[in-house]
């Protein structure tokens, strides 16, 4: 394991050339995803306003993290930030027709659209509608400033619509709870387990952890460091040269809108069945806990009162070698189905740097009541970076989300993100009845409340390949 520590000169030119929100998301609150399609007579032009976006544009995940240090020392805030994906057809409309060649990955050369049996996705007639054309590539802009990136976002917009057409613009914007973290639409604090490649995150995770790591008798239950092929590979159209690697990482793009009223109501409904002696308020957060794995404020089902660990919503070094029954965490809750935290599993990790999209009339902030949530129209734009689409995101999503009889017979569909052919997947889940106790357990069943709008697969590729394409 090798982690990427940016203050050593020898990781320069290795920062400098891959796009930012890579090894570390860019941490803006607010973001515009245009989506384009290129004209096939206008290659030249387009080329050669990719040289100069990205020249003048582009973030790399050096600068990020420049920007960053810059914020955590005097609060200087960081620019506007922008990175450029292609998918397969996007190179081929350039006129690199050897990219089924150069690249390996079956699901970026095929798209999202054509890879829906995989998934279980609906059909791509069925998508928002700028999702069912082709997309040759997308632009994200991410700012704290919302309105610098929309001044930005419009004048862009204006400029690609003279040589190609803009196919969709979909807009980010993060959402906090009362204690201000960072969550998803349906309450719960998103983004805390990640694979970490930066030596500094790496040792932060050890100090909250009160790991040391030199000391074998305390070596983590769960260790989310990671080597940069985790997610990163040589880009295929860059001239590769040992002193100045010029590296890009498959981008996968969602958009999953939730229905957040229906999604609490039925949290109060299993509840109310398999907890009946609680308190109104924790029944339904003990039923939330047990689908997602998670707390709505972070802290693992899997953590007991009795392990009274300091910081718990940030908890991450568990894994569930101490609960094969399931009296903790049951193995269809969310986190447990899509990262079971076993050594072959962490292989699948991927750096999820999705943000939610859609306003709110109440804030979240203001922990809003049942008649105050949405039920369209809100979601979580999905997005991750890794080093194989099939390998990792879909391995995710199809064979651990979407296989009931993962990791074991019975366990059920991910209650959050599983996909099944048609509505009749059976919705039933076992859910203990007395927590750290697998049996006897109680039955209830949880409908889908996520659903698939349209999205793709991408390339963001190398910034020297970028800067240079011709
Ligand atoms: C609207 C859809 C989704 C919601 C509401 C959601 C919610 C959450 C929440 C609350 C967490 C716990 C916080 C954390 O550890 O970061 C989480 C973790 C995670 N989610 Fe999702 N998620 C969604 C979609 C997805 C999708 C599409 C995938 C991949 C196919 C995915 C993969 C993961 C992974 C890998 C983790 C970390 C698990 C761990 O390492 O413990 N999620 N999600």
């Given at each position: ?23 570390k ?24 306003w ?5 020249e ?11 920007e ?12 506007l930030?922008?990175?450029f ?12 027709n050897?990219?089924?060649?150069r ?10 659209k054509?890879?829906k ?8 007639r069925?998508?928002?509608s ?55 639409h ?5 983004g ?25 008798k ?7 460091s ?49 907890f ?9 957060e ?38 094969l029954?399931?009296?903790r ?20 990790m ?23 949530m ?49 509505s009749?997947m ?31 697969y ?13």
């Amino acid at each position: 394991m090798k982690p990427v520590d940016p203050t050593l000169l020898s990781t320069d030119r290795f920062l400098k050339n891959i796009q930012g929100n890579t090894l570390k998301g860019h941490g803006r609150d607010y973001t515009t995803h245009i989506f384009v399609r290129f004209r096939v007579n206008r290659g030249k032009t387009t080329k050669e306003w990719i040289r100069t976006f990205a020249e003048n544009h582009l973030t790399s995940i050096k600068k990020q993290l420049e920007e960053r240090e810059a914020f955590k020392k005097d609060k200087k805030p960081g620019n506007l930030f922008a990175s450029f994906f292609l998918t397969s057809s996007g190179y081929e409309v350039l006129g690199f027709n050897d990219v089924h060649k150069r690249f390996k990955d079956e699901a970026f050369l095929k798209g999202m659209k054509l890879r829906k049996g995989e998934l279980n996705d609906p059909d791509s007639r069925r998508w928002e509608s700028g999702f069912r054309t082709r997309i040759d590539a997308m632009i994200l802009l991410a700012d704290d400033d919302k309105n610098r990136m929309g001044e930005f976002a419009k004048e862009l917009i204006d400029t690609l619509s003279t040589f190609c057409s803009v196919c969709g613009v979909e807009y980010g914007n993060a959402i906090r709870n009362s204690a201000e973290k960072g969550i998803e639409h349906f309450g719960y604090v998103d983004g805390t387990s990640q694979p970490l490649f930066l030596k500094e995150e790496i040792d932060e995770y050890y100090k909250l952890h009160n790991i040391d790591i030199s000391d074998p008798k305390s070596a983590p239950d769960f260790d989310p460091s990671a080597d940069t092929d985790l997610i990163l590979i040589p880009d295929p159209y860059a001239e590769q040269n040992d002193s100045k690697p010029a590296l890009g990482s498959y981008f996968v793009f969602r958009k999953l809108e939730q229905n957040v009223r229906q999604f609490k109501k039925a949290e109060e409904i299993v509840g109310e069945d398999l907890f009946p002696d609680l308190g109104q308020e924790s029944k339904r957060e003990l039923a939330g806990a047990y689908l997602v794995g998670r707390f709505e404020d972070g802290t693992p089902v899997m953590l007991d009162d009795e392990d009274s660990i300091p910081n718990s919503a940030e908890y991450n070094n568990f894994n569930y070698s101490k609960d094969l029954s399931e009296g903790r965490c049951p193995h269809f809750a969310h986190i447990r189905k899509v990262n079971p935290r076993t050594s072959k599993s962490s292989e699948k990790m991927m750096a999820r740097r999705g943000i939610p999209f859609g306003m709110r009339s109440v804030d979240t902030e203001l922990e809003p009541i049942m008649q105050q949530m949405p039920e369209a129209g809100v979601g979580l734009l999905f997005m991750s970076y890794q080093a194989s689409i099939v390998e990792q995101f879909e391995h995710v999503q199809k064979k651990f989300s979407n296989d009931p009889s993962f990791p074991e017979k019975n366990t059920g569909i991910d209650p959050i993100i599983g996909q099944s052919v048609g509505s009749h997947m059976d919705r039933t889940y076992q859910f203990p009845k007395t927590y750290g106790t697998a049996s006897p357990s109680i039955k209830a069943s949880f409908r889908q409340f996520v659903h698939m709008k349209g999205g793709e697969y991408f390339f963001a590729p190398s910034l020297t390949f970028l800067k240079t394409v011709v």
